[in-house]
């Protein structure tokens, strides 16, 4: 059973940047598929990000498309998340996620083992 604990989050100003890390432990990371997703208040668990067992391929949210990059150091067993132009709406608690198997799945209930989350905030 792998264990993930995201950190990196805070409070940025819009047009800034900060990057999200994911460390896995209690498991082989390049044996998961990776995703980031975020969750406002008063909203469901949405997709950002997703990135396959050797990082070769990737996958995202259209509204993150071209702001954020997702990648992954199997060796490290990181993942992480570069957010660049973050924007108002881009303020959420940021979780990553783990699922065995190749697939590029965008809907979090397919995912099984999730961290605890961290909270990114941008607002003037």
């Known amino acids: 059973q792998v264990q993930l604990v995201e950190s990196g989050g805070g409070l940025v100003q819009p047009g800034g940047s900060l990057r999200l890390s994911c460390a896995a432990s209690?498991?082989?990371?390049?044996?998961?598929?990776m995703g980031w997703f975020r969750q406002a208040p008063g909203k469901e668990r949405e997709f950002v990000a997703a990135?396959?067992?050797?990082?070769?391929?990737?996958r995202y949210a259209d509204s993150v498309k071209g702001r954020f990059t997702i990648s992954r150091d199997n060796a490290k067993n990181t993942v992480t998340l570069q957010t660049n132009s973050l924007k108002p709406e881009d303020t959420a608690v940021y979780y990553c996620?783990?699922?065995?198997?190749?697939?590029?799945?965008?809907?979090?209930?397919?995912?099984?083992?999730w961290g605890q989350g961290t909270q990114v905030t941008v607002s003037l």
């Open positions: 996620g783990a699922r065995r198997g190749m697939a590029l799945y965008i809907s979090p209930s397919l995912y099984t083992y």
């Open positions: 209690g498991g082989t990371l390049s044996a998961y598929t």
């Open positions: 990135i396959s067992l050797s990082g070769g391929d990737t």
